[in-house]
C-alpha cells in the first residue's frame, strides 16, 4: 500500500517550452501532497505544499509563477515548469501524505521526474 | 530553527563491516523521526521510523533509536551488504506544519 507515481519518470525539453510533471497515490487519497526538488548529490528542497481544492503554498524564494501546482483532485496534483530554462533541470520528487485522523508526519514519496532542459 | 545534522559522507565499508550513521536534529516538541534511503536512480523509500521517544524503528537489519536526550536518531546495522550501497537521509516531521525537515544525506559505497 500508499504507492506513489510520477510521469514521466524522465523529460528532455527545449528552453522555453513547459513541461507538466504528474504525481498520482495509487492506493490511498492524499489530501496534501509536496513537491521537491533535488540537485545533484544534495538533499530534498521543498518547494510547496499542495491541498486538494486550494492553492499551493510555495517556500520562500519559489516562483509561483514560474512552478505552477495544481491538486486537482485527492489522487492527483501537477506540478508544471513554465518556460523551462537549463538551470530548471533537475530531479523533482512528490510525495502524498495519508489522510487520517490525528497527526501523521509520514510522506510517501514518488520515484522521481528528471528534467532536462536544453 | 528546526534543523537535521547527519555526518558526511561517501561512507565507504567492506561488505558484513557494522555501520553507524550518525544523525541529530534541532526541534521543537516530540517530532516524528524518519530514516529514508535513495537507491541510485530510485526515489527515496522510507526505511524506518520512530514516533516518539526510546521507540526503535527497524528494517531490512537496519536500526535506530529514538534518544531524546540527545536528540539524536544514529542509523545502525551490524553487518551490511554491497546492496546496502545508496544515500541514506535522516529527517524529521514538524508537528507545527507536517513538514519533513531533512538532512543533507549520507552517501554509503559497500565494497565486496
Known amino acids: 500500500g500508499a504507492v506513489v507515481s510520477q510521469h514521466p519518470s524522465w523529460v528532455i525539453c527545449k528552453s522555453g517550452t513547459s513541461v507538466k510533471i504528474e504525481c498520482r497515490s495509487l492506493d490511498f487519497q492524499a489530501t496534501t501532497m509536496f513537491w521537491y526538488r533535488q540537485f545533484p548529490k544534495q538533499s530534498l528542497m521543498l518547494m510547496a505544499t499542495?491541498?486538494?481544492?486550494?492553492?499551493?503554498?510555495?517556500e520562500q524564494g519559489v516562483e509561483k509563477d514560474k512552478f505552477l501546482i495544481n491538486h486537482a483532485s485527492l489522487t492527483l496534483s501537477t506540478l508544471t515548469v513554465t518556460s523551462a530554462h537549463p538551470e530548471d533541470s533537475s530531479f523533482y520528487i512528490c510525495?502524498?501524505?495519508?489522510?487520517?485522523?490525528?497527526?501523521?508526519?509520514?510522506?510517501?514519496f514518488g520515484p522521481g521526474t528528471r528534467l532536462t532542459v536544453l | 530553527g528546526d534543523s537535521v545534522t547527519q555526518m558526511e559522507g561517501p561512507v565507504t565499508l567492506s561488505e558484513e563491516a557494522f555501520l553507524t550513521i550518525n544523525c541529530t536534529y534541532t526541534?521543537?516538541?516530540?517530532?516524528?523521526l524518519f530514516w529514508y534511503v535513495q537507491y541510485p536512480g530510485e526515489g527515496l523509500q522510507l526505511l524506518l521510523k520512530?514516533?516518539?521517544?526510546?521507540d526503535k524503528g527497524s528494517n531490512k537489519g537496519f536500526e535506530a533509536t529514538y534518544r531524546k536526550e540527545t536528540t539524536s536518531f544514529h542509523l545502525e546495522k551490524g553487518s551490511v551488504q554491497v546492496s546496502d550501497s545508496a544515500v541514506y537521509f535522516c529527517a524529521f516531521g514538524r508537528n507545527r506544519d507536517d513538514k519533513i525537515i531533512f538532512g543533507k544525506g549520507t552517501r554509503l559505497h559497500i565494497l565486496p
Open positions: 526541534a521543537t516538541g516530540y517530532p516524528s
Open positions: 520512530a514516533t516518539k521517544a526510546d
Open positions: 499542495s491541498n486538494e481544492g486550494s492553492k499551493a503554498t510555495y
Open positions: 510525495s502524498a501524505r495519508v489522510l487520517s485522523e490525528g497527526p501523521n508526519n509520514e510522506q510517501f
